[in-house]
């Protein structure tokens, strides 16, 4: 469970995982599980509810930080279809460059 230990940001998508790969175990376990594991699932069972009650309002949060940028980028392209214009072929034209190179590098 590094995932929540570490100071970097964390995707949606890091936390899917976790949460798919917790479940797993979780699966696993409950398959083979005897009296003795029932203790060890009971603790992973609340690891697995606590990780989703953590990671849903995060998810949430990402999602709406995301609209929002999306809006922000549609109303500045419309206030200033030019400007966007140029710097998206300025970035066609910086990722073509780079193909160049890196095929004329072979």
Same mark, same amino acid.
């Given at each position: ?20 790969? !917790?479940?797993?175990?979780?699966d696993e376990l409950k398959q083979g599980a005897s009296k003795e594991s029932r203790h060890t699932l009971d603790n992973l069972r609340a690891r697995a509810e606590h990780l989703w009650e953590y990671s849903s ?6 999602? !709406? ?37 890196? !095929?004329?590098?072979?």
């Amino acid at each position: 469970m590094g995932l929540f230990n570490s100071h970097q940001p964390t995707t949606a998508e890091q936390i899917e995982r976790e949460i798919h790969n !917790l479940m797993a175990a979780l699966d696993e376990l409950k398959q083979g599980a005897s009296k003795e594991s029932r203790h060890t699932l009971d603790n992973l069972r609340a690891r697995a509810e606590h990780l989703w009650e953590y990671s849903s309002p995060r998810l949430e949060r990402m999602s !709406l930080q995301t609209r929002r940028a999306g809006q922000l980028a549609n109303q500045y392209a419309h206030e200033h279809p030019w400007s966007t214009a140029v710097l998206g072929l300025g970035l066609i034209v910086g990722a073509a460059t780079l193909v160049g190179l890196m !095929l004329s590098r072979r």
